[in-house]
């Protein structure tokens, strides 16, 4: 079967054949055709399965015939995700000109507005950045809004946790009903919030959602490939076993991400472990997005052994070979933990997945291991004897001077800013939408 069969407009089948993409997935031969029909549609499929394009197609193909203004709205959780997917888009659309306008955070905000003004084709965003343009970039940045023929939620069970949830309500205020628009629904995990859309009433004249899983988190197992394994330290010294694990001969050469909670975690291991002579790249909210960008390009360039990243980096991105994940955190959500381990050990290649396990974590192990349905091997190779010997000192050493120069820095001051702003602004009351005499 080809994307043609699928009812992809011929430019677009001749762009993906340029891309060297000649055969569909099972995500986009199943979803691709009811798109095209008018039924929205809630697709669940594994990271790497081809979930942009199973999207994407149907949007540009039904654009190339009527394109006009803002046709479609792509809302995801990271900013690195918003790129990727307009890098897809871009590509897909180039021999047609296709205009994509990116709407997220760390960019600067005039200049986005005045881009939302011109009318781009696509707009790929995150909730936060998009609702503060709703809030406070006037009537003529956003009114290209409210005739969205698309709205895609990327990685939805994520879109549609608790975290997002206001900034969500203020984008859907301005987009047209759901009876005048398509709705499409993308994830790696069906949620019981993602499935309980499908329970909707229909409205009148519109087409039933379509729902299609293959190969989602709840059904897949962990691949036979990875191994999974787990250190079990005291909570204060954790940095210096995780400095005795990369110092392994097998491990000292390995590409490798580390996954942590919070972005204050994220930093001080970034700082401290570049102290210790590591090549090491970040990736964490708190960073500007030049520097984000850099340090994804750093790592997938190899100029960076070593990414310390929060969940952002979990989901979606395109990212190389990846030989070891260590969760030096451990994540509150067993799905989260498949997610992160699922960098690693793809494709049939090995990798290695190792969890720092300290005193109060025992609980989300325990969770984590029902989720997967498989027991956590103890790693033998680090022991307290060595990492007294050869990481305690330095590690502690280095560790106070990061945290010196975070302070210095003042780290996490424009987090702080930013968050008592938003506070006020959630305060205010929103602006009536205007209506035409």
Not at 388 to 410: F, H, N, P, Q, W
Request: net charge positive; glycine share 6%.
């Amino acid at each position: 079967m080809s994307f043609s069969d699928l009812g992809v407009a011929k430019w677009l089948c001749e762009a993906l054949n340029s891309m060297k993409i000649y055969t569909p997935t099972a995500i986009q031969k199943a979803c691709i055709p009811k798109v095209l029909k008018g039924h929205d549609c809630i697709g669940g499929a594994k990271t790497g399965s081809g979930k942009t394009i199973a999207f994407a197609s149907p949007i540009l193909t039904k654009w190339s015939e009527d394109p006009y203004g803002i046709y479609g709205l792509v809302l995801t959780p990271t900013r690195e995700l918003a790129l990727q997917i307009a890098e897809q888009f871009a590509a897909l659309g180039a021999t047609m000109n296709i205009k994509v306008c990116v709407i997220v955070g760390g960019d600067d905000i005039v200049k986005q507005a005045l881009e939302l003004q011109r009318r781009p084709h696509i707009v790929i965003a995150t909730p936060g950045r998009l609702a503060d343009h709703i809030l406070n970039s006037g009537e003529d940045t956003i009114c290209g809004l409210r005739r969205v023929k698309y709205l895609v939620l990327d990685e939805a069970d994520r879109l549609l946790s608790n975290s997002f949830g206001s900034d969500l309500e203020r984008c859907f205020g301005v987009l047209p009903k759901p009876e005048n628009r398509q709705t499409l629904l993308f994830t790696a995990t069906i949620t019981d919030a993602v499935r309980s859309l499908k329970e909707k009433p229909v409205p009148e004249g519109k087409l039933p959602v379509f729902v299609n899983e293959v190969d989602t988190v709840e059904n897949i197992a962990i691949p036979s490939t990875l191994s999974i394994k787990y250190l079990f330290v005291p909570s204060y010294v954790k940095e210096a076993y995780l400095h005795n694990l990369l110092t392994l001969p097998e491990y000292e050469k390995t590409t490798t991400i580390i996954f942590v909670n919070r972005t204050h975690t994220a930093e001080l291991l970034r700082r401290m472990l570049r102290k210790l002579d590591f090549r090491v790249a970040s990736l964490h909210s708190e960073m500007p997005q030049s520097e984000r960008v850099n340090s994804l390009h750093r790592f997938k360039a190899n100029a960076a052994r070593i990414l310390i990243a929060t969940d952002v980096a979990s989901r979606g991105l395109d990212i190389p070979d990846v030989n070891l994940v260590v969760n030096y955190d451990i994540p509150a959500d067993p799905d989260d933990f498949i997610h992160r381990v699922g960098r690693t050990a793809r494709a049939g290649r090995k990798g290695d997945s190792i969890s720092i396990v300290a005193e109060k974590d025992v609980n989300r192990i325990l969770a984590i291991e029902e989720r997967i349905n498989k027991k956590m091997e103890k790693m033998e190779d680090v022991t307290d004897n060595k990492v007294i010997k050869k990481s305690l000192k330095e590690t502690s050493v280095a560790k106070r001077e990061a945290m010196m120069d975070m302070d210095k820095d003042g780290f996490g001051e424009k987090r702080r800013t930013n968050k008592m702003k938003r506070q006020d602004a959630s305060k205010k009351p929103n602006k009536k939408r205007k209506t035409e005499s």
